[in-house]
């Protein structure tokens, strides 16, 4: 983790070697890079110094950043992740072992707190899943440009109707032939009351 950081501050010392609105643009490729959580981060610091060298180099020699990019640098930061490898599971259970430990208590605390209030598996994943998307939306791909790509969106319209739909799991109440049933998901029982007209 160290090196990790020491290859960010050293990429971070080259960037401010850019001037002008070439280093805004710069900036804005490498938190785009930085922000893909699927590929190896040791990999992508390597592939930022490598980019910031050549365009050190580029706009010594008068060239401008953008002119780099083409037209689109959404495309040309794409090209550069999909050269980079994926993500180990070492390094990914490093790093969310905190995030996942702190979810687990959560729940734990909450039902010792009130031992009557009873959990269904929908709430705890309704919880759980809310907290994943506050903590994984401020690391959201795209955010960085201001096209966002299809996929991206996709994504996002399943999370925000996954996050309204699942709670709602706990129990489907059904009104039938004057008798009310109501399905509990944490017993998996069937209840029916007859109704009062």
Known sequence: MKKLTQLRTANDQQLKKIHGTDYTYTETVIQYLRGD???DPYAIEQAISDLLATLIDAQQNGHKVASFFSDDPQAAADNILKELPHISVTYLFTMYWPLLMFLLI???LIMLISPSLRFSLSDVIGINF???LMIGASFARGIFFNKLSRKTIAGL???LVLMFVVPFFDGISVPWRGTLCYFQSDTH???C???CY
């Open 130 to 132: 809310f907290a994943l």
């Open 189 to 191: 029982q069937i209840f």
């Open 193 to 195: 009351d007859s109704l």
């Open 37 to 39: 959580l699927s590929k």
């Open 106 to 108: 959560q729940n734990i």
């Open 157 to 159: 319209w399943i999370l």
